[in-house]
């Protein structure tokens, strides 16, 4: 069963950055595809970056050329650069598989709020 540690969030001004990391455990870190999702006020969890094992990348178009999703095969951690922060942007932002492998993986996830 994956176990995941989401830290790193916090209040923020637009315009600012934040770096989130995610320690993994319970899986085959390097095999699998890892994400990172966020939910915002109100509103459905989405997924925000993924990484797959062959290191290439897919960005939500909302977070495109202002985040940045990397992986640490020693640490077992996956890392997300935001830069350019906007007041949309906040919510609870959480790792995970991608896909998901089941509905009781997720993390308590980590909160982060862009202030205008």
């Known amino acids: 069963q994956v176990h995941l540690v989401e830290s790193g969030g916090g209040l923020v001004q637009a315009g600012g950055s934040l770096t989130l990391s995610c320690a993994v455990s319970g899986i085959m870190f390097s095999d699998t595809n890892q994400a990172w999702y966020r939910q915002g006020p109100g509103k459905q969890r989405e997924m925000v970056a993924i990484?797959?094992?062959?290191?290439?990348?897919n960005y939500a178009d909302f977070v495109k050329d202002r985040f940045t999703i990397s992986r640490d095969f020693v640490e077992n951690t996956v890392s997300l650069q935001m830069n350019s922060l906007k007041p949309e942007d906040t919510g609870v932002y959480y790792c995970?598989?991608?896909?998901?492998?089941?509905?009781?993986?997720w993390g308590q996830g980590t909160q982060v709020t862009v202030s205008s």
């Open positions: 990484i797959h094992s062959s290191g290439y990348r």
């Open positions: 995970n598989t991608w896909p998901v492998d089941s509905a009781d993986s």
